[in-house]
């Protein structure tokens, strides 16, 4: 034998020397100890490498193996926590892709009145007034005239009837037009004579009267008069925001901006002091209003991955219009049952061009909310324009909403590797009145996800909430079947846009994590990723269709904590 020769059998002799010695001292020497091991589970990894796995190991925050509980048990110390499963189907945690995560918790401590009938609306703001001081604002939320007999914008005698004596503001649930009284209007000093502010109308009466509809900017001149919440309020909220987060499986979140006039340097400020309280733990991607808060943080440039990648502060937020049931979205052509109007250019062409110019030069993701084809043309052309001026390959802008759009958009991009996030939820809640605004031919390209995936796009899914109610699964229901609760239209509102269960789930996690730069961090079940997951009461990919939306959360994990348990679970 030769030297070569002799050099292999030598090697190989001492690696099986190795591998006898590994397996006489037992599973704790193939593999360090972990600290939880979750055995016997159903478990969607959304790695496509390995779908699907019974077991995971933990230690710290991170994953250590995913794989069969034969694997795990290698994994299985003298001081490891071993659950059972028990056969229970479990996801990544879940990612809510687009809300607004203090407005989810303000909504908890004010007057919530989501898409309530106008009757119950009226008791609700009366039994308020009955309770607070004269002169005290009441607030809420929720309110759709689309869901009323007559579909009508409401007025501000409905409220004076039930609250002459204090103001009230109730935002629609779009979040693009509130509702006022009389004593409001006075306070805003808001009257015939008062102009429409730029980006923003005022609805007047055949007198010129304002009714007590504001839309869009025109909003703040009653806002701006409304006594804000106190920090320790807000505060309060935020944690509120959590619980209902875990109670649903989502344990990481893209927080859209503030409203009203809460600053977003104030909201993250108080994040941080909750994090720095141990209080927070759900993982926020917040981002910063455009203007003066975006300029204070251009000064002290991005903040990525803060208390153990729980708080990131890279993006940057703009608006290009409202809404399409405030009749705000801006279109390409007159609304279909409002001829003549456009609907509202929230910032105007050269705002949002200094804007993104500015976000891109100072190294912050770029983030618009845009629902009308008009708005979503003009974010694109602005988009492509300054990303040929200042060029990133990995630039990952984003298009909040991409409600409304054309076939030439949609495919322009997924060519540009612009990242829509879109809300399933929208599309089964507009449904109602979305085709009578835009006309049967302009619908085809609205709410057309699976247009937008043949395109090669993703799609970060969520529920914009407030604007929406925040479950997970209703979104995930109305993505998979184009249905709303009630199981309508039969067999689903343009059908053939739906996603299937993968994509929706996909949409939920790994897409959404992908909108911020974090897929290599969360949003799968993988050795060395975050050892986020939950687990729930069935299997979401074989129940029956009409049963995702009934889905419930059993227990919540974030970083390897238990962070919520269905009082249900054993």
Same mark, same amino acid.
């Given at each position: 034998?030769?030297?070569?020769?002799?050099?292999?059998?030598?090697?190989?002799?001492?690696?099986?020397?190795?591998?006898?010695? %590994?397996?006489?001292?037992?599973?704790?020497?193939?593999?360090?100890?972990?600290?939880?091991?979750?055995?016997?589970?159903?478990?969607?990894?959304?790695?496509?490498?390995?779908?699907?796995? =019974?077991?995971?190991?933990?230690?710290?925050?991170?994953?250590?193996?995913?794989?069969?509980?034969?694997?795990?048990?290698?994994?299985?110390?003298?001081?490891?926590?071993?659950?059972? *499963?028990?056969?229970?189907?479990?996801?990544?945690?879940?990612?809510? +892709? @687009?809300?607004?995560?203090?407005?989810?918790?303000?909504?908890?401590?004010?007057?919530?009145?989501?898409?309530?009938?106008?009757?119950?609306?009226?008791?609700?703001?009366?039994?308020?007034?009955?309770? *607070?001081?004269?002169?005290?604002?009441?607030?809420?939320?929720?309110?759709?005239?689309?869901?009323?007999?007559?579909?009508?914008?409401?007025?501000? #005698?409905?409220?004076?009837?039930?609250?002459?004596? &204090?103001?009230?503001?109730?935002?629609?649930?779009?979040? @693009?037009?509130?509702?006022?009284?009389?004593?409001? *209007?006075?306070?805003?000093?808001?009257?015939?004579? %008062?102009?429409?502010?730029?980006?923003?109308?005022?609805?007047?009466?055949?007198?010129?009267?304002?009714?007590?509809?504001?839309?869009?900017?025109?909003?703040?001149?009653?806002?701006?008069?409304? %006594?804000?919440?106190?920090?320790?309020?807000?505060?309060?909220?935020?944690?509120?925001?959590? $619980?209902?987060?875990? =109670?649903? /499986?989502?344990?990481?979140?893209?927080?859209? +901006?503030?409203? !009203?006039?809460?600053?977003?340097?104030?909201?993250?400020?108080?994040?941080?002091?909750?994090?720095?309280?141990?209080?927070?733990?759900?993982?926020?991607?917040?981002?910063?209003? #455009?203007?003066?808060?975006?300029?204070?943080?251009?000064?002290?440039?991005?903040?990525? +991955?803060?208390? !153990?990648?729980?708080?990131?502060?890279?993006?940057?937020?703009?608006?290009?219009?409202?809404?399409?049931?405030?009749?705000?979205?801006?279109?390409?052509?007159?609304?279909?049952?409002?001829?003549?109007?456009? +609907?509202?250019?929230?910032?105007?062409?050269?705002?949002?061009?200094?804007?993104?110019?500015?976000?891109?030069?100072?190294?912050?993701?770029?983030?618009?909310?845009?629902?009308?084809?008009?708005?979503?043309?003009?974010?694109?052309?602005?988009?492509?324009?300054?990303?040929?001026?200042?060029?990133?390959?990995?630039?990952?802008?984003?298009? $909040? &909403?991409?409600?409304?759009?054309?076939?030439?958009?949609?495919?322009?991009?997924?060519?540009?590797?612009?990242?829509?996030?879109?809300?399933?939820?929208?599309?089964?809640?507009?449904?109602?009145?979305?085709?009578?605004?835009? /006309?049967?031919?302009?619908?085809?390209?609205?709410?057309?996800?699976?247009?937008?995936?043949?395109?090669?796009?993703?799609?970060?899914?969520?529920?914009?909430?407030?604007?929406?109610?925040?479950?997970?699964?209703?979104?995930?229901?109305?993505?998979?079947?184009?249905?709303?609760?009630?199981?309508?239209?039969?067999?689903?509102?343009?059908?053939?846009?739906?996603?299937?269960?993968?994509?929706?789930?996909?949409?939920? %996690?790994?897409?959404?994590?992908? !909108?911020?730069?974090?897929?290599?961090?969360? /949003?799968?079940?993988?050795?060395?990723?975050?050892?986020?997951?939950?687990?729930?009461?069935?299997?979401?990919?074989?129940?029956?269709?009409?049963?995702?939306?009934?889905?419930?959360? *059993?227990?919540?994990?974030?970083?390897?904590?238990?962070?919520?348990? =269905?009082? !249900?679970?054993?």
């Amino acid at each position: 034998m030769n030297g070569m020769g002799k050099l292999f059998r030598a090697g190989l002799i001492a690696l099986g020397v190795v591998i006898m010695a %590994t397996l006489s001292a037992g599973p704790a020497m193939a593999a360090k100890a972990a600290e939880t091991v979750y055995l016997n589970g159903n478990i969607y990894t959304v790695d496509d490498k390995q779908p699907k796995a =019974s077991a995971v190991a933990i230690t710290g925050q991170k994953l250590v193996y995913v794989g069969s509980d034969k694997g795990a048990k290698a994994y299985v110390g003298k001081g490891t926590k071993v659950v059972d *499963l028990k056969g229970k189907t479990v996801l990544p945690g879940l990612i809510e +892709g @687009h809300m607004h995560f203090t407005g989810e918790g303000q909504k908890m401590l004010q007057v919530y009145v989501f898409w309530s009938p106008k009757a119950e609306i009226m008791a609700k703001v009366k039994a308020e007034a009955e309770k *607070l001081p004269p002169g005290t604002w009441i607030i809420g939320r929720g309110w759709n005239q689309e869901v009323w007999p007559d579909k009508k914008f409401p007025t501000r #005698e409905d409220l004076d009837a039930v609250a002459p004596d &204090h103001p009230v503001m109730l935002t629609r649930t779009c979040g @693009h037009a509130i509702w006022v009284n009389s004593k409001a *209007l006075a306070l805003a000093g808001i009257d015939r004579n %008062t102009p429409d502010p730029e980006g923003g109308t005022i609805d007047r009466d055949a007198g010129g009267n304002p009714t007590g509809i504001l839309h869009e900017t025109a909003r703040n001149l009653v806002r701006s008069k409304v %006594t804000p919440m106190t920090n320790d309020r807000l505060k309060e909220a935020m944690l509120k925001a959590q $619980e209902e987060m875990f =109670s649903y /499986g989502i344990t990481s979140l893209f927080s859209a +901006g503030t409203s !009203g006039t809460m600053s977003s340097l104030l909201e993250t400020n108080l994040m941080k002091e909750l994090y720095e309280k141990g209080q927070l733990k759900v993982r926020i991607y917040n981002t910063i209003n #455009e203007g003066d808060d975006a300029k204070a943080y251009y000064r002290k440039g991005p903040e990525i +991955g803060l208390y !153990g990648d729980r708080l990131t502060v890279r993006c940057i937020k703009f608006y290009a219009d409202g809404s399409l049931g405030a009749r705000s979205a801006l279109l390409l052509e007159p609304y279909s049952d409002r001829p003549g109007e456009k +609907g509202v250019e929230r910032m105007t062409y050269d705002a949002l061009y200094r804007g993104y110019s500015e976000a891109r030069k100072n190294g912050f993701q770029v983030s618009t909310h845009a629902i009308g084809d008009g708005a979503n043309r003009r974010v694109v052309d602005l988009y492509e324009k300054v990303l040929k001026e200042q060029p990133l390959k990995d630039h990952r802008f984003r298009v $909040e &909403h991409f409600q409304c759009a054309t076939a030439l958009d949609i495919e322009r991009i997924a060519k540009l590797k612009i990242i829509p996030a879109m809300q399933g939820i929208h599309a089964t809640s507009d449904k109602n009145m979305a085709e009578n605004r835009i /006309g049967p031919e302009r619908i085809k390209y609205a709410y057309a996800w699976r247009k937008v995936i043949k395109a090669g796009s993703i799609i970060p899914n969520g529920s914009d909430a407030p604007v929406e109610p925040v479950n997970p699964y209703w979104g995930l229901y109305a993505s998979v079947t184009r249905m709303d609760n009630d199981g309508k239209p039969e067999g689903g509102w343009y059908a053939a846009e739906a996603m299937t269960r993968e994509e929706a789930l996909k949409s939920f %996690t790994i897409w959404a994590a992908y !909108g911020q730069f974090e897929e290599k961090t969360k /949003g799968s079940l993988q050795k060395g990723k975050l050892a986020d997951f939950v687990v729930i009461d069935r299997d979401y990919m074989k129940c029956p269709a009409k049963e995702i939306k009934d889905i419930k959360a *059993l227990l919540t994990v974030v970083g390897g904590e238990e962070v919520y348990r =269905s009082p !249900g679970l054993k």
